[in-house]
């Protein structure tokens, strides 16, 4: 079964890239949706990952749209039963994105392609090998603004602004590299170093609201 154009709703396994939001009634690109379900209790669960078993319902992927979606309540409506939604759910969904980003951080450094520490990431760009910039949202601006600068010369402003990630804090990024005091880190090129800009991208749209520019997940450039 396909996209129902009616409410929303679908079946996970239908074909094709295409969902209809179920605020807007508008067909767009899963990537650029959330997709929830009902859980066992009849309450509203956001299946970031898609995974989940059941029809599902997909909302286009910013706060703004899921709080219209709460308001509307576009859930019950779409699923054509009584859904229990926490009041709390935008909150929600922005934590589950920054753990999900988090996690891409922490399986970088496992896989050894992330350095943490001014000087290292200085390094690391100098040496050309830099592919993604992260620096802690709550840092001083100055030292994020000097790598950035070096980087953006070396690499190109286009491929500098789809490539630096700062939507984690310095706590978020201490718990996903497992070290103490992280302001500043970088990747350099692998799959897991594409999935941190992946997951940024999707929290960073779902807090601005804003379209973000498509890039190849194969080279990091737009």
Same mark, same amino acid.
């Given at each position: 079964?396909? @996209?129902?154009?009616?409410?929303?709703?679908?079946?996970?396994?239908?074909?094709?890239?295409?969902?209809?939001?179920?605020?807007?009634?508008?067909?767009?690109? =899963?990537?650029?949706?959330?997709?929830?379900?009902?859980?066992?209790?009849?309450?509203?669960?956001?299946?970031?990952?898609?995974?989940?078993?059941? =029809?599902? @319902?997909?909302?286009?992927?910013?706060?703004?749209? @899921?709080?219209?979606?709460?308001?509307?309540?576009?859930?019950?409506?779409?699923?054509?039963?009584?859904?229990?939604?926490?009041?709390?759910?935008?909150?929600?969904?922005?934590?589950?994105?920054?753990?999900?980003?988090?996690?891409?951080?922490?399986?970088?450094?496992?896989?050894?392609?992330?350095?943490?520490?001014?000087?290292?990431?200085?390094?690391?760009?100098?040496?050309?090998?830099?592919?993604?910039?992260?620096?802690?949202?709550?840092?001083?601006?100055?030292?994020?603004?000097?790598?950035?600068?070096?980087?953006?010369?070396?690499?190109?402003?286009?491929?500098? /602004?789809?490539?630096?990630?700062?939507?984690?804090?310095?706590?978020?990024?201490?718990?996903?590299?497992?070290?103490?005091? @992280?302001?500043?880190?970088?990747?350099? /090129?692998?799959?897991?170093?594409?999935?941190?800009?992946?997951?940024?991208?999707?929290? =960073?749209?779902?807090?601005?609201? /804003?379209?973000?520019?498509?890039?190849?997940?194969?080279?990091?450039?737009?």
């Amino acid at each position: 079964m396909g @996209v129902d154009a009616t409410n929303g709703e679908e079946d996970l396994h239908s074909a094709g890239p295409m969902r209809l939001c179920a605020v807007s009634r508008t067909p767009a690109d =899963r990537d650029d949706l959330i997709r929830f379900v009902a859980g066992p209790d009849g309450s509203i669960v956001p299946d970031l990952a898609c995974r989940l078993p059941g =029809r599902g @319902v997909w909302v286009g992927g910013t706060r703004a749209v @899921v709080e219209a979606a709460v308001r509307q309540k576009a859930f019950s409506r779409s699923l054509k039963q009584q859904i229990v939604v926490p009041e709390d759910l935008p909150a929600r969904i922005d934590h589950l994105m920054a753990r999900r980003l988090g996690e891409a951080v922490s399986i970088a450094n496992k896989a050894g392609l992330l350095i943490a520490g001014f000087a290292k990431v200085d390094a690391l760009i100098t040496a050309g090998r830099a592919a993604v910039l992260i620096h802690a949202a709550d840092g001083a601006a100055g030292g994020a603004s000097k790598l950035d600068r070096k980087y953006k010369a070396l690499v190109g402003a286009e491929q500098a /602004e789809n490539t630096v990630v700062n939507e984690l804090t310095g706590p978020e990024l201490d718990l996903a590299i497992g070290r103490s005091n @992280v302001v500043h880190a970088a990747a350099s /090129e692998g799959g897991a170093s594409w999935r941190i800009l992946q997951e940024a991208r999707r929290l =960073r749209r779902y807090r601005s609201g /804003e379209a973000l520019k498509a890039t190849n997940s194969n080279t990091g450039r737009a």
